[in-house]
């Protein structure tokens, strides 16, 4: 499951996924938790275009800055 969501996420085109991201093959933050080293510029976020984000019913974004929604304020 966890497999097949990572295929379908698009924060690795995502403007503001970065090196250290990409670094740790760092995806899914929706799901697993936000990036625990990386620093960040927000760039926009591909997350409301995503068929995860669609199939969870998720409403929020930034996942990769802010963790999952339900750790959200
Ligand atoms: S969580 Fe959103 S902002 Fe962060 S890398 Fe993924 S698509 Fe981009
Ligand atoms: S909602 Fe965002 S963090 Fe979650 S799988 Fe999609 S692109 Fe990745």
Same mark, same amino acid.
């Given at each position: ?31 697993? &938790? ?9 760039? &926009? ?11 969870? &019913? ?16």
């Amino acid at each position: 499951m966890t497999e097949e969501n990572r295929g379908k996420c698009l924060c690795e085109p995502c403007p503001t996924y970065n090196e250290c991201m990409r670094a740790g093959d760092e995806l899914l933050f929706c799901l697993t &938790g936000r990036s625990p080293e990386c620093t960040f510029e927000k760039k &926009g976020c591909a997350c409301p275009a995503c068929p995860v984000f669609l199939a969870l &019913g998720l409403r929020k974004a930034y996942y990769c800055i802010k963790g999952p929604e339900g750790g959200q304020q």
